[in-house]
């Protein structure tokens, strides 16, 4: 029988995925430093025939950039935090804590993964203006510390697979519950908390209904806003808008660029340990 060599077929799909995927955001880069003459005269042709990195200058004297960055790196880290601790303690006391109802409460909290957004949007809103944190990054940011029903599913899967007579000999030598948590389960946990920190990063980053609904001044807006009112202002202006975006999305680009390699080994040891 013939010997098929899978590895090669599979790095040129691999390749052919990567290349597809990756063709709008070439685009989006090169129509970003063609001039608007250029666009109105060939809006087609695919590299420009004069490299125009100005656009990105405009953008950024434009609109507050680096306002929006800052709201919005403040916005990303507050709800990553707020995220990792509320939904890691409430997911190893559904894992490894045995109380009456555990199994029913769990249940409930995963049934909360039905409701919508649209659901709870409006006694969310009138609970964070009474509480007085409406127009400020509080409102985004508070809610994380009170868990996510995905995340603490996550966190409880990865939690179980950990090995019992390691957490055992902890508490026989004298570690509180607490303590078991901290030093034992959190560190054996990386590669989960990891992927629940990437992941609330990038909703965080791309999140605009949020910052919608709760904020009214511009001085606090994050990106995803920013870029919304820039592409609003000059929809007409291919060029300043696409400067936008990838200024919008470059640094998240860059953020998974420096950290796929460590969250690939992670999840990969991670997924071992089960």
């Known amino acids: 029988m013939r010997r098929v060599k899978t590895p090669r077929f599979a790095f040129l799909m691999l390749l052919t995925v990567t290349g597809l995927f990756s063709l709008p955001m070439g685009v989006m880069v090169l129509t970003s430093l063609k001039s608007p003459a250029e666009l109105d005269a ?5 590299l420009p025939d004069r490299w125009q990195a100005s656009n990105y200058r405009e953008v950024v004297t434009t609109m507050p950039y680096f306002l929006y960055l800052r709201n919005t790196l403040v916005l990303c880290v507050g709800s990553v935090v707020g995220s990792v601790l509320s939904c890691s303690l409430v997911a190893y006391g559904f894992a490894r804590l045995r109380w009456r109802g555990r199994d029913r409460w769990f249940g409930l909290l ?8 649209q659901a709870t949007m409006i006694p969310r809103f009138l609970l ?3 509480l007085g944190m409406y127009n400020s990054l509080a409102a985004l940011i508070v809610p994380t510390f009170l868990g996510d029903a995905f995340y603490i599913f996550l966190l409880r899967q990865f939690f179980l697979s950990l090995p019992e007579d390691l957490l055992d000999a902890a508490r026989l030598d004298g570690c509180s519950e607490l303590g078991v948590f901290v030093r034992i389960a959190i ?3 990386k590669p989960a908390l990891a992927t629940v920190a990437l992941f609330q990063f990038v909703a965080a980053w791309n999140d605009f209904n949020g910052p919608l609904l709760y904020l009214s001044d511009p001085e606090k ?3 995803a806003y920013g870029l919304e009112r820039l592409v609003s ?7 300043l808008v696409m400067a936008g975006a990838v200024l919008f999305s470059l640094p998240i680009v860059l953020l998974f660029l420096l950290t796929q ?5 992670n999840t990969v040891s991670g997924s ?3």
Request: no cysteine; hydrophobic share 45%.
């Open 110 to 117: 995963i049934a909360t993964m039905l409701l919508p957004w």
């Open 128 to 130: 964070l203006r009474e």
């Open 187 to 189: 560190p054996l946990s």
């Open 42 to 46: 060939n809006p087609h042709a695919w």
């Open 221 to 223: 807006f994050p990106l």
């Open 272 to 274: 071992i340990k089960g």
């Open 233 to 239: 202002a000059y929809s007409t202006q291919t060029h």
């Open 261 to 265: 390699r460590m969250f690939l080994r």
